[in-house]
C-alpha cells in the first residue's frame, strides 16, 4: 500500500512560480508511471502531466504544456512538479496518482480511472 503525501501549494500572483512535491511511503514508486491531476471548485478532476518510470519523458495537458515539468527522483520516491508562469485559471487542489495500469502496458495515460492511491492534494491559488 502506497501513501502519498502532496506539499508545496500556496497563493501565488499571475506569472509566478511554485514547486509542488509528492512523497511516497509504504513502497517505492520507481516501478511506476505517475501523475498529477488537479480539481478546481465545481469541476471535474482533469489531467495536468504524467512522467515515466525512470523519469525519462513525461507528457502534458495542452493547457500546461511549455509552463509545467514533471520531474522525479526515485531515491527519494518523490514526484515534482514546477509551475512556471501561473495564470489564475490554474488555481485547483493538485493530487498525484499512481499509474496502475499492469506494468506491461507502454505509453501515457490521461485517465482519471487508470490512477490509484490519491493523495489529499495540495491548493494552489494564483491570484490576478
Known amino acids: 500500500q502506497v501513501q502519498l503525501v502532496e506539499s508545496g501549494g500556496g497563493l501565488v500572483q499571475t506569472g509566478g512560480s511554485l514547486r509542488l512535491s509528492c512523497a511516497a511511503s509504504?513502497?517505492?514508486?520507481?516501478?511506476?508511471?505517475m501523475g498529477w491531476f488537479r480539481q478546481a471548485p465545481g469541476k471535474e478532476r482533469e489531467f495536468v502531466a504524467a512522467i515515466s518510470r525512470d523519469g525519462g519523458s513525461a507528457y502534458y495537458a495542452d493547457s500546461v504544456k511549455g509552463r509545467f515539468t514533471f520531474s522525479r527522483d526515485n531515491a527519494k520516491n518523490t514526484v515534482y512538479l514546477q509551475m512556471n508562469s501561473l495564470r489564475p485559471e490554474d488555481t485547483a487542489v493538485y493530487l498525484c496518482a499512481i499509474d496502475v495500469r499492469p506494468t506491461w502496458r507502454i505509453g501515457f495515460s490521461t485517465h482519471l480511472a487508470d490512477f490509484g492511491s490519491w493523495g489529499q492534494g495540495t491548493q494552489v491559488t494564483v491570484s490576478s
Open positions: 509504504g513502497r517505492t514508486i520507481s516501478s511506476y508511471n
